[in-house]
């Protein structure tokens, strides 16, 4: 039988692994996976760098916060959030009240190698060389960290580039997911 139960959020810097550890958590729970990234490129025909061309992330920000709005009330659904969506105003509001929200925390020098190996399809970073992406991630990080910081559960995130690690972390977050829907999300469990 078919029981609806609101969604697993994950957020957190770009290029942590919140898409490979979504897609498998996603199996695990038998439910579906959304990239609000790729929703975005769906829904506009349009792909990330082309909806940020001219470093102007105005437009790309406001159909990623209405993306936001629309999938968060998706039941049976693993959401990895793209790595600013969290950080509008109001947002984390949305999500806290929607869903279970994890976030996929790493320190800085990490996040910065990580999204140096990852950065071809991130238009903010493409162009960077390592120097600039350690600035870029110090800046941003400081800005975004107590958004991020009001998730439900905080993940240490550093093993998250080891298959095996990513399956015993989706196990964890699994378990954590329903004893967190059974606590606040009372009924719905
Ligand atoms: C961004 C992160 C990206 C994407 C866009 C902007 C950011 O998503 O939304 O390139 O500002 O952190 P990922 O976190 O999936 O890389």
Known sequence: ???????????????VGKS????????KLNYEFIDTDLWIENKYHKSIPELMQGGDETDFRKKERFVLEEVACIENAVI???GGAPCSPGAMDILLSAGVVFYLQLDNELLAERVYKYRARRPSVAKLDPEAIRTFVQEKMHERAPYYERAHRIVDAKDLDNKEMIYKCAEELAEQYHAILRQQFNGKE
């Open 1 to 15: 039988m078919y029981e609806p139960h609101p969604p697993l959020i994950l957020i957190g810097f770009m290029a």
């Open 80 to 82: 990895a959030t793209g």
């Open 20 to 27: 490979s550890l979504g897609r498998l958590l996603a199996k």
